[in-house]
Every structure is written in C-alpha cells, then in structure tokens.
C-alpha cells in the first residue's frame, strides 16, 4: 500500500492550494480515503475523507464549505481543494486510509495506512 501526498507549499491568506494522494495497494471501494492535519502545538485533526462503500463524506466544522475532497478513479488519486485559507490551516498534512466508511471523526494515525505528509503554510 502506497500514499503519496503532495501538492503544499506557500500561500497568503485567502488563496488556494489542491492537494493530491496518489494511492495504490488497494481497493478504493473498500476503503475511505482522506486527510488529516498536525500543527505544533494543537492536536492531529481529521480534516476531510470519501468512502465509496456508504457514499459518504466527511468535513471537519473547521474546514465545511471551504475544503472540497473527491476522487479520480482513473487516476487512483484522491484530491482536497483548500480555498479561502487562513493562517490557522497551516499544518502538515497527511493523507490516510481507512477500510470501511469514513466514520465520525474522519481519519487520523491510527487508520489502516498514511503517508508522509505535506506541508501548508498560510501567511497572514
């Protein structure tokens, strides 16, 4: 099983950024797919995640209508669009997976599998 994550970098305040995880090693029907974040200092946050098994999604309140995840089978990559970005999104991001749904808390270290991160940075 592989995850590779990129797409992080520099941004302003209010910018965009769209990460990638290119995914291989397992099914995605099986599995939920998705992102969570560690900044210094705050704890790991599940971010955002798709399943395909039970059609579903997950948002953290911190990131609703601001993150957008899908997927691209053909391309077996799964993305997360990041508009209107504040400071406080900066973290290192880590790309996750998970066999079943997403669940109530979206993904974290303790899934089935994660990959080496990514870092964003906002500056105010």
């Known amino acids: 099983v592989q995850l590779q994550a990129s797409g992080g970098g520099l941004v302003q305040a209010g910018g965009s950024l769209r990460l990638s995880c290119a995914h291989s090693?397992?099914?995605?029907?099986?599995?939920?797919i998705g992102w969570f974040r560690q900044a210094p200092g705050k704890e790991r946050e599940g971010v955002s995640c798709i399943s395909s098994s039970d059609d579903s999604t997950y948002y953290a309140d911190s990131v609703k209508g601001r993150f957008t995840i899908s997927n691209d089978n053909a391309k077996n990559t799964v993305y997360m669009q990041m508009n209107s970005l504040k400071p406080e999104d900066t973290a290192v991001y880590y790309c996750?997976?998970?066999?079943?749904?997403?669940?109530?808390?979206?993904?974290?270290?303790?899934?089935?599998?994660y990959g080496q991160g990514t870092l964003v940075t906002v500056s105010s």
């Open positions: 996750a997976a998970e066999f079943g749904p997403c669940g109530d808390y979206g993904l974290g270290p303790e899934s089935d599998y």
């Open positions: 090693g397992f099914t995605f029907d099986d599995y939920a």
